[in-house]
């Protein structure tokens, strides 16, 4: 990894309950109200060096989409810090979004005001932070729209005017009007056609060799990673079990989990001798709200032992270039410590 433009450091979040007034008059009578906290992000400590793509991987709920936000800035966590470039992405106060941090999200047409044309859609942003003068606003959401491969005549339209794939590149637009040195990347395919999702994937990779970007790219298509990603983090229940080169953790999985979920992608077959039936990952994800002591994985890994069960793993390297959290590779998992 070259020198790290942004840096994760023991970052956790947890969300409160917003109990209503009837739930705060029985919690203070001792009535049986939930009260238990989320722990969405559990210790993460992540670095991304710079023109790099970091891949987060995870089933659905392990908090990645969490982690992008407060590496966004758009989220506070509760505990630990994110900084970019050695400054912390939020001031002192916990307010200030800096704008070297844009984020591209899952579903544009969500996350694009309907109200307002695309043009000024591109414009608003740059406008607030004097990147770009109301009289030249125009030329400049132009401009973006050119680099993104649609028509700058497109600038007058409105949000559901677009395909979903047009709509994407209208929002990654958004995200480069900004300027931004990272982008964080929160499933920016996972709504569209196979097909459109390539062209969006190519138009990521032209961006970041063109632009000298940075990206944080979430998702749960281990394909798509594959492809875009320089190195990979595996994230289970808010926290990171895997880490290393992409095509290193792809051949050689060292965590059970990460073995578990590479197992589980289709595969195309040439003969029936390469036939093999499908194994999901046993049981179900635990809830955040009450996680497994020890491990969190402990509860569906066929390696478990009594350690698992009431240690929690650290991250080491079984070898080089690579991190993986679990007694596995630390010692063995049949003696508690």
């Known amino acids: 990894m070259s020198d790290p433009i942004m840096t994760l450091d023991g970052v956790v979040k947890r969300f409160d309950p ?18 238990r906290s989320v722990q969405a992000v559990r210790d993460v400590t992540l670095a991304i060096g710079k023109g790099e ?13 969490t982690l992008g936000r407060i590496a966004a800035g758009i989220m506070k966590p509760t505990a630990g810090t994110v900084r970019l470039a050695g400054a912390p992405v939020m001031d002192a106060a916990g307010g200030k979004l800096t704008t070297r ?24 942003g740059p406008i607030a932070h004097g990147l ?7 030329d400049y959401a132009a401009q973006w729209l050119d680099l993104v491969g649609l028509d700058p005549s497109y600038a007058s339209r409105y949000p559901h005017q677009f395909s979903g794939g047009q709509r994407q590149r209208v929002a990654i637009a958004r995200a480069l009007a900004m300027q931004p040195e990272v982008l964080v990347c929160d499933e920016p395919v996972a709504s569209l056609d196979v097909s459109i999702q390539a062209q969006i994937v190519n138009l990521l990779l032209k961006l970041k060799r063109e632009l000298g970007l940075t ?6 298509d281990l394909g798509v990673v594959r492809h875009i990603s320089e190195r990979v983090a595996i994230m289970y229940l808010g926290r990171i079990v895997e880490l290393g080169p992409t095509l290193s953790v792809y051949e050689t999985p060292q965590h059970p989990y990460t ?8 595969r195309l077959v040439t003969s029936d001798a390469d036939l093999a039936e499908f194994k999901p990952i046993a049981g179900e994800i635990p ?17 478990a032992g009594p350690r698992c069960a009431v240690e929690q793993p650290g991250l080491v390297a079984p070898m080089p270039g690579r991190l993986a959290a679990c007694h596995l590779l ?8």
């Open 18 to 35: 917003r109990l209503s007034l009837g739930d705060r008059i029985a919690a203070a009578i001792g009535g049986d109200v939930e009260t």
């Open 53 to 65: 793509t970091l891949g987060l991987v995870g089933e659905s709920g392990c908090g990645k989409s």
């Open 101 to 124: 941090i844009q984020t591209v999200f899952q579903d544009p047409f969500a996350s694009l005001n309907p109200r307002i044309t695309i043009g000024e859609t591109l414009a608003e």
């Open 132 to 138: 770009v003068t109301p009289a030249k606003a125009r």
């Open 215 to 220: 990206y944080l790219f979430i998702s749960h």
């Open 259 to 266: 073995q578990a979920l590479l197992a589980s992608v289709p």
């Open 287 to 303: 809830s955040p709200l009450a996680p497994p002591t020890g491990c969190a994985f402990h509860t569906r890994c066929p390696h």
């Open 330 to 337: 630390a010692g063995g998992v049949g003696k508690a410590a």
